[in-house]
């Protein structure tokens, strides 16, 4: 059975990532900073030997070694790590005058710094235990079309996206394939803050006049991880809904 490390796996995309690959037959160590109920419905679902639940707090950069040895490799002793999703996120959303440079150092300890170290530890295992595996990053529609209020969030995205694609580049000779999935907005957590009006002119932007469902995102996971995706790496998928 082929594990899987995903982040940002208590709710929204993070949790529909989570059901989408235990329906298909992967093990996966869910990574977070709480454990939610539809976590517990999952585990309770399938088992705890096949979905595991660890809180881990994404903005500590300095204790993924940590996690990584103490936990993460125990875990996976004898098969070694296949496949890391990284969907964990969080949004700093403001106008670029009035940067706060606390904050925006918060946002990309989650958003790049620990996600670029859980990739070093998980690849360094990918390679001792010689397994072909694949990355799959989780972008924003933001980082390729401005939207008033997203430039911080949307450079934490670009980031991700250039390090995925030098990833794929550096580790493919090896069998190692990084892909990323950018989806356009949905009507998430994340985006509950805007009004019914600021919704509906972003929706408006896409081909569909609607939110991306959060289900096609995970569908789309799923498939870069698995053999039907066997010649695609240094890609970035758009699941937007045709974002224009």
């Not at 999703?85 to 940067?99: G, K, P, Q, R, S």
């Not at 002119?201 to 996971?221: C, D, L, Y």
């Amino acid at each position: 059975m082929k594990t899987i490390v995903l982040t940002g796996d208590s709710r929204g995309v993070g949790l529909s990532i989570a059901e989408e690959l235990l329906n298909e037959g992967y093990r996966v160590i869910g990574l977070s900073r709480t454990l939610s109920k539809g976590v517990e419905a999952l585990m309770n679902e399938f088992g705890n030997d096949k979905y595991i639940h660890i809180n881990y707090d994404l903005s500590d950069v300095e204790g993924v070694k940590s996690l990584y040895r103490t936990k993460l490799r125990q875990l996976t002793k004898e098969t070694g790590i296949y496949g890391f999703v990284n969907n964990a996120a969080m949004a700093y959303d403001d106008i670029i005058t009035n940067l706060n440079y606390e904050s925006l150092d918060k946002m990309y300890q989650v958003n790049v710094f620990s996600p670029m170290m859980l990739t070093k530890y998980i690849l360094r295992d990918m390679l001792l235990n010689k397994v072909k595996g694949s990355i799959v990053h989780i972008s924003s529609i933001s980082a390729h079309t401005g939207y008033k209020g997203l430039a911080m969030y949307a450079s934490t995205k670009g980031a991700i996206e250039a390090f995925s694609k030098n990833t794929a580049r550096e580790w493919g000779g090896l069998g190692v394939k990084s892909n990323v999935v950018c989806p356009g907005f949905m009507d998430t957590d994340m985006s509950s803050s805007l009004t019914d009006d600021q919704k509906n002119r972003i929706f408006n932007r896409n081909s569909m006049k609607k939110p991306v469902e959060v289900q096609a995102v995970a569908t789309t996971v799923s498939f870069l991880l698995g053999k039907g995706a066997i010649g695609i790496t240094g890609d970035i998928i758009h699941v937007d809904n045709g974002t224009i």
